[in-house]
């Protein structure tokens, strides 16, 4: 299986090929510019992504590892690994996503029985979905891969660059449910979200840094560099398993198994404030 990705500035090709760790970077009248190689045994590359200034080249493989290349030399000038555990030294912030109750006072309202078994809901509860900033360390939910089946799920199998390249988040696939966003102006983690469910989908902003998620829950999940949001779709029944934004960044298409609908998704302010209903 190959993967080939254009980089839109300087029009080179580079080719990943998943039987071993080799990205060959190719000019367009077919002259081979470089190859680069990590390590020898072992699945190898299993993502490729170009960084919308031309300027670098993420390539995440089977060994949890993300790599970055510089368009100069081809030379690798970043390595960020993926780990169950997160220690400190650490300044990324952990934003890890949580139920919590709404307590409502119905003491002085009067329902009947009928209408509280019609309504389990309101009579266990209600509860609104909302980010809780964990501290370092902290153990992520791993997945280890049976041995004896092809194609493991483990490795970078999700990722992409932020509109201005300073951002580039990861999934790795043996820990499904954690988003990784790493700051290359800093060469370090900036943020990690922990969600309930595996990530289904994530996409940049094509106007501002701004990043949207989906685990096939109701919710909607945003990060920002100054914080992280859940967001509640009002549609019934509606769980989003994946998401695109149109060109200009005014139109959010959400997709469901047997329907799509289109949101704007307007900037919240900045806040301390980590979730929302609205």
Not at 150 to 174: A, C, E, F, H, V
Not at 193 to 210: F, M, Y
Request: hydrophobic share 35%; charged share 20%; with cysteine.
């Amino acid at each position: 299986m190959v993967s080939i990705f254009v980089s839109l500035s300087i029009r080179l090709r580079a080719y990943g090929c998943c039987n071993s760790i080799q990205v060959l970077i190719y000019s367009p009248d077919g002259r081979c510019l470089s190859k680069y190689q990590a390590y020898e045994s072992g699945l190898g590359v299993k993502s490729v992504s170009w960084s919308p200034c031309g300027q670098y080249l993420a390539v995440g493989s089977y060994d949890q590892m993300l790599r970055v290349l510089n368009h100069l030399t081809w030379k690798t000038f970043a390595e960020f690994m993926h780990l169950s555990t997160v220690r400190g030294p650490c300044c990324a912030a952990v934003f890890k996503e949580v139920d919590e109750p709404l307590h409502l006072n119905m003491s002085e309202l009067c329902l009947s029985d009928e209408f509280l078994q019609g309504n389990s809901d309101v009579s266990e509860g209600h509860f609104r979905v909302m980010y809780d900033v964990t501290e370092v360390p902290i153990s992520l939910p791993f997945q280890k891969p049976p041995a004896d089946k092809p194609n493991p799920k483990q490795g970078i199998g999700l990722m992409s660059w932020s509109k201005d390249s300073r951002y580039i988040y990861t999934r790795n696939d043996s820990m499904p449910t954690a988003l990784w966003i790493w700051d290359i102006r800093h060469l370090e983690l900036a943020a990690i979200l922990v969600q309930k469910d595996p990530i289904r989908a994530a996409a940049w902003d094509p106007t501002c840094t701004r990043l949207v998620l989906c685990t096939g829950s109701s919710h909607l999940y945003m990060w920002t560099p100054s914080g992280a949001y859940c967001v509640s779709n009002p549609l019934p029944q509606f769980n989003i398993t994946d998401l695109k934004w149109n060109s200009d960044g005014s139109c959010l298409l959400l997709k469901d198994k047997e329907s799509f609908c289109c949101a704007s998704v307007p900037l919240f302010p900045e806040s301390s404030e980590y979730s929302s209903d609205d």
